[in-house]
């Protein structure tokens, strides 16, 4: 395995000043620019700076032929200029305030940054204080705190409002979450693994200076801690059970669990007593703010929890207003169309009871009218955090980045005036509260890394041993697909400015290399011939699906105008199978040579997705692929191909019963165990059951291959999504993607 200098944690701060100026108005609609800006960053980090040439930068951002000559062709030239003037005008407008200045000096392509001030005055540009952007990055992360929260370009909405001085309360180089301030503001609570090997337990924070102390114990994560108004009680999640609820003195002591509280998530203690818990249960695992509210009671003989939103449909992720009466909660009552009336509603309440019917408070239609989303899975990502003095605090995606913001909400129920974001840059907060007045927050800063990881499977029966880490990427890579000769990979990555792009890596020689073409188009979707040398994928185009491959040289053909999405090669390497888009989706085949195509496995109701090939050369053998059997549960099958010709449905082998959430199945080279993915126990894992290649019968039954149970490693999101599937068996080893995760607790003030 090689590992480049850029690889350096050192060089992410790095990174995030770089995406600071990308999310900027001047680099926004100027991808190629962008694209420009970035690869010289990335090779001057890489310590390859003096090595950057006309040529390089063409054929790697310009997507020039490899023989393109300079002398004729001036592209980079003219968009160097264009890149020094856009930087400049930068520097004039948003980065005005910047410390320092990231440029690229006449005459050459390495990257400099220097001070906004340079501490020695001359006119001599080589006397001037300037440092490659290597030894920047040990400098970055003392000014990148501060730095994150100053504003960058225009915002989309007013921003007013500022947070300040910030600071770091821990530096745990360990995975926290769920923080939560007391109302009084003079300690804060949050979850982590420090000192837990890998389980989540609670912390209480003193915030005027004091020493962190351990308030439980325990071999189950718990999380998502909330503090009562009075201080003296916290309430947090266990996940044992499928999700209860416990409560705890706030100062440590016993935790006692609250009955009736399975599946809750998100407790928030409030109300004029101080003791009324709301929380919510999911009801779907992939659109997960469909489920129901709850009020509950921390006192030991207090009755069931009580149905809030009870005519909703779906309800989700309840808050307290500051003085405990309202009750704000996110959700629909249309049962059919869950993006119809989809808001943000406040409830009165009168005791434990509802009084009043809900009302819609415009929150959801305004942030859409904003621009902060667009689909149902972007609205997903909007977390309302706090409702304070008549302003509600939510976190949403923007860009890159995840950012703060307020908007004004009065006990009437409805948003006034336009929402103030609050933090702008790279980087991203989420696990935002405030305290009684409204003026302090805690809050996390969370850091996640996507790499390729193996495990050597045992026996069957047996699991597998710790994973091994093959690349040590920052960003989001994701969708990997192995070569089942195991000598390489492919994977993508997202990239500001570019969309995503394709990258393949020889896991013997450490060299990768950007897949890119002969065209800007996004690619997706890869997967590798059994050979490991050809790889397939999707090409964007709106109103066509083509597939192309990409030999060894970099020569790049389309084989299919509108086929779907690649899922796998035929072992001969002659055919691919691929997912076809509308709905239901089916299974297609493609002859990669002639590029004949057409539906070959298909269900008149359940889209298929997720096919891997057990098929010899004359169309004999097995297809392995799940089904959407339930809005909750997806199902593992098997179907028989005689000659090509596919087993009606009736006669499908089920692997998996369809209750559970199984699918991203994985032939082992044998053909004798399809491994799989489960989220049967709320965390995502690896399981396997045996098959025999005569019948397609499961034999005996499933095992845990791995389980990912602890909060900073966990697999990736992307492998319990439908259409998305990244789990890989080659020769005697698993591969897939982990999400590798930590974060810090940061107190801040709002002005």
């Known amino acids: 395995m090689v590992l480049s200098v850029s690889d350096s944690p050192l060089t992410a701060p790095a990174r995030q000043v ?62 160097a200029i264009k890149l020094r003037q856009r930087l400049a005008a930068y520097y004039e407008g948003p ?12 005459g050459s392509y390495r990257v400099v940054i220097e001070p906004a001030e340079p501490t020695v005055e001359t006119n001599d ?63 804060a609570v949050y979850a982590t693994d420090r000192d837990s090997g890998g389980v989540l337990n609670l912390w209480r924070h003193p915030l005027d200076g004091g020493a962190p102390v351990r308030l439980t114990r325990s071999g189950v994560n718990h999380r998502e801690p909330a503090i009562s108004p009075d201080g003296k009680q916290i309430v947090f999640r266990a996940d044992s059970d499928g999700g209860v609820l416990y409560v705890m003195p706030a100062a440590g002591g016993e935790p006692r669990r609250i009955p009736e509280s399975a599946g809750a998530h998100d407790p928030r203690l409030g109300g004029r007593d101080s003791r009324s818990v709301l ?41 307290w207003s500051g003085d405990g009466r309202l009750v704000l909660a996110l959700g629909t009552w249309h049962s059919n169309i869950p993006d119809k009336e989809f808001d943000a509603w406040v409830v009165d309440l009168d005791g434990r009871y509802a009084r009043g019917a809900p009302v819609k408070t415009g929150l959801f239609p305004l942030l859409r009218a904003k621009g902060l989303y667009r689909t149902i899975r972007e609205r997903s990502g909007i977390e309302v955090s706090d409702w304070r003095d008549e302003w509600l605090y939510f976190t949403a995606p923007s860009g890159e980045s995840r950012d703060l913001f307020r908007v004004r909400l009065p006990a009437a ?189 298909s269900h008149p109701n359940y889209n298929l997705n997720g096919a891997r090939a057990r098929v010899n ?28 010709r596919p087993a009606e449905p009736r006669d499908w082998v ?44 499961p034999s005996g039954p499933a095992w845990a291959v791995r389980h990912f149970h602890g909060p900073s490693q966990t697999l990736m999101l992307s492998l319990s999504l439908r259409g998305v599937d990244a789990l890989w068996a080659a020769k005697d080893r698993l591969y897939f993607m982990l999400d590798d995760r930590r974060s810090d607790l940061w107190l801040g003030s709002i002005r």
């Open 617 to 644: 050369a004359n169309g004999d053998g097995w297809v392995a692929f799940y089904v959407d059997n339930s809005p909750r549960s997806r199902q593992i099958l098997l179907a028989r191909l005689n000659k090509w």
């Open 654 to 697: 089920p692997v998996t019963d369809g209750t559970e959430w199984d699918q991203s199945p994985a032939w082992s080279p044998d053909g004798r165990t399809l491994y799989f993915t489960n989220w049967h126990d709320g965390f995502r894992c690896i399981m396997a059951r045996g098959v025999d290649p005569a019948t397609g019968r």
């Open 125 to 187: 540009p080589s006397q001037r204080f300037q440092l490659p952007v290597q030894a920047w990055a040990l400098a970055i992360p003392v000014l990148a705190a501060v730095w994150h929260f100053l504003p960058a370009g225009k915002p989309p909405v007013d921003a007013a409002p500022i947070l300040r001085d910030v600071q770091r309360l821990t530096a745990l180089g360990s995975y926290a979450t769920g923080a939560a301030i007391s109302k009084d503001g003079s300690f």
């Open 18 to 79: 770089l995406d600071r100026i990308l999310s900027s108005r001047q680099f926004l609609n100027a991808p190629r620019q962008a694209a420009f800006l970035r690869f010289v960053v990335e090779e001057s980090l890489a310590g390859r700076g003096n090595d950057l040439k006309e040529t390089l930068i063409a054929t790697q951002v310009y997507e020039k032929a490899a023989d393109y000559d300079p002398r004729i062709d001036s592209t980079v030239r003219v968009e």
């Open 279 to 319: 929380y919510w249960t999911p009801r779907d695992r992939e659109t997960p703010d469909y489920g129901r509210v709850y009020l509950a009671s921390t006192e030991p003989q207090a009755p069931w929890p009580v149905l809030l939103f009870g005519d909703f449909a779906h309800a989700s992720r309840p808050i």
């Open 413 to 601: 129920g409805r948003v006034e005036g336009d929402p103030q974001r609050m933090t702008f840059g790279a980087g991203s907060i989420s696990g935002i509260s405030l305290a009684g007045d409204g003026s302090t927050l805690v809050f996390l800063r969370p850091e996640s890394s996507y790499n390729l990881h193996s495990v050597q499977v045992s026996a069957p029966g047996e699991p597998a041993g710790e994973p091994f880490r093959h690349t040590i990427e920052t960003g989001v890579n994701f969708r990997v697909a192995v070569a089942p000769t195991g000598n390489s990979a492919v994977w993508e990555r997202q990239q500001p400015g570019a969309g995503n792009q394709v990258w393949h890596l020889g896991l013997a020689t450490g060299v990768r290399r950007n897949l890119k073409g002969g065209s800007p188009a996004v690619r997706s979707h890869a997967i590798l011939s059994p050979s490991g040398d050809t790889v397939a994928y999707r090409v964007a185009d709106p109103d066509f699906q083509p597939i192309y491959a990409q030999a060894p040289d970099g020569t790049e053909r389309r084989i299919c105008d509108n086929c779907g999405t690649p899922a796998d090669w035929t072992a001969d390497g002659r055919h691919i199978l691929y997912i076809t888009g509308g709905t239901p989706s089916v299974i297609g085949l493609l002859h990669a040579s002639t590029g004949a195509h057409g539906d070959l496995i």
């Open 95 to 106: 980065g005005a305030n910047d410390p320092f200045r990231l440029s690229i000096p006449k």
